[in-house]
């Protein structure tokens, strides 16, 4: 029987795995990527290239728990890489925090009482728009800012997703190393506008049909809806320049 090679020698493998609800969260770093090749398989959108010399392999999930846990799992089995980061949006829980700032999880919970600790040695600079903390994580999308502190009063977290928890659950079990890089896209400022909940799909799209719908119900959802995406796209751009460092020393730390 042939021993397979190892995952160095194997062309599908990956230094660096990356999972994201939404494609928009990782746009400007794959601008950053040369020889993206784009596929699909167990229902989601993978997308592997080159960072530099540093293989990386990305998969969309959608937002929520299960479809995450099932992505990193699929990204693993085919891609085998040495680490994998959670990278995405994140809502602020904290009113200190602002759009762009960098939140690193060193733990991850969710309002069911799941807890993992997450082993990160990275100093927080809060003047800097870096924190490093406790991420938690929901089943549904935290819109208001009313939500937003009582989640901060009853967890102690300083941001919130819908995803980190299912990816570093996977990643314990398969004995992956994982870090949580998210960026906050909505702080605490304002509540995120209702039509938010009906127009986000799955995947991360818009639904067409429910933005046309909301926009003609309440004419102001177009400014709002127009803001929230400015500040969505800022985001994600902040994330690719702070993923730009991190991927290069965790390519530097498997060796």
């Not at 090679?5 to 040369?34: K, S, W």
């Not at 293989?55 to 891609?79: S, Y």
């Not at 040695?121 to 490093?132: C, I």
Request: with cysteine; aromatic share 6%.
């Amino acid at each position: 029987m042939t021993t397979p090679p190892p995952p160095e020698n194997n062309a599908a493998h990956a230094d660096i795995g990356i999972v994201c609800a939404l494609p928009m969260e990782i746009a400007p770093f794959l601008e950053r990527c040369e020889k993206l090749r784009k596929y699909k398989s167990d229902h989601f959108v993978f997308r592997g290239g080159r960072y530099g010399e540093i293989k990386v392999a990305i998969v969309e999930t959608g937002t929520g728990f299960a479809p995450a846990r099932r992505a990193t799992q699929a990204l693993i089995d085919a891609h085998s890489p040495s680490w994998i980061l959670s990278a995405g949006f994140s809502g602020a829980l904290q009113p200190e925090m602002k759009i762009g700032h960098i939140v690193m999880a060193n733990d991850v919970c969710d309002v069911h009482g799941q807890e993992l600790r997450v082993d990160i040695n990275m100093p927080a600079n809060p003047e800097g728009g870096l924190y490093v903390g406790r991420i938690l994580n929901t089943d549904e999308i935290v819109r208001t800012v009313d939500e937003k502190r009582q989640l901060a009063e009853q967890h102690h977290a300083l941001a919130v997703d819908m995803e980190s928890l299912a990816v570093a659950q996977v990643c314990r079990d398969t004995q992956t190393r994982f870090l949580a890089v998210r960026v906050i896209s909505d702080d605490m400022s304002a509540d995120l506008p209702p039509e938010v909940l009906s127009i986000l799909g799955a995947t991360g799209t818009y639904r067409v049909g429910a933005a046309m719908g909301a926009m003609w119900k309440r004419p102001a959802a177009v400014k709002d809806l127009w803001k929230l995406r400015e500040s969505a796209n800022f985001a994600a751009e902040r994330l690719a320049i702070f993923l730009d460092g991190v991927v290069a020393q965790l390519y530097e730390s498997r060796h």
